[in-house]
């Protein structure tokens, strides 16, 4: 992956800088590169590369198992396409528009593994160079190059640790993340009371693609029934009362009974309190809701329509 992330910096840097107007050779140009992979955005690198002569023949090899083809040129828009073999077999294809002789923009999307990856590209002529450093300079954009992508991959590194401990993102974890330490992470923090409920929560208010809990437990490998029993046992002992109204049906009503019914609000302990308060508006609901509670609620309007009382 490392070595594939390097071919697409320089593709893009390279191929752009051989189709811009047929520049002669010692032209200075500065090359801004930004990467996203999954959503999580690579450093940004800028760079200055002398264009050096003989590197526009195609299909061009940008790596030993990577190469350039069906490059075209309508107007003032290159296209091409991109192809790797071996290890990181990817599929690629890129665009850049020439907004004139000194300046382009261009992007690049690149598949591999099930993964996406987009190159956005912008590249401004600076002045000129000595073309005796040519080969020096474009050395030293590889090295710099290289260097942007041992940058992104910490980038990425760092991204998945956070990830894992958020637990919020089990696509990104299951698509990009790999060490198994962050995985281990990952998958101890989504079966706690907070991460789990938080998930649930997620899931209930998504839409029929997105389920983030059934996403993280078919990652993890537990059974979501039987780990949302297992942490309601401990829930109250945890202080979660929270979860407890949420998830666990058996022990909300059992605590409803002990701390809410018959009370007042003051009266109620604090740490009670939002429990009672939601637990009643959901008691109400579902009674709403009921056949017997929309009988209820139809009579109670017909009363109050003939004045038979006034609230």
Known sequence: MKQLISAFVLVCAGLALTAAVAAP???KWKITNQMQMGGMSMPGQSNEICKQPGDDSVPMKTEENCELYDVKRVGNTQSFKMRCTGKDAAQGEGEFTYLGPDHYKGKMLVAVDG????MAVE??????????????????YEDLAKQQMA????AQKEQCHKFAAEATSPGVMKQYCTD????????????THDKFLALSEMEKRGTGAEKPLTESAGLCGFGIDAKRQDLC???????????????????????????????RYTAIADQYRDFCASYAQ??????????????????????????????
């Open 180 to 191: 198994p330490a962050d995985r281990q992470t990952f998958c101890a923090a989504v079966q």
């Open 151 to 154: 940058l992104g991959a910490q």
């Open 123 to 140: 590249g401004k002529k600076i002045g000129a160079c000595d073309g005796g450093e040519m080969n020096l300079k474009a050395k030293e």
């Open 233 to 263: 046992k401990s829930a109250y002992a945890y202080g979660n009362i929270k979860f407890i109204g949420s998830q666990c049906p058996a022990e909300a009503e059992a605590l409803a009974k002990a701390q809410c019914a018959g009370r």
């Open 25 to 27: 050779t010692g032209e």
């Open 115 to 118: 993964e996406s990856m987009t």
């Open 282 to 311: 959901a008691e109400a609901e579902r009674e709403a809701n009921s056949p017997a509670g929309k009988t209820k609620s139809m009579f109670n309007m017909g009363k109050k329509a003939l004045g038979l009382f006034n609230n």
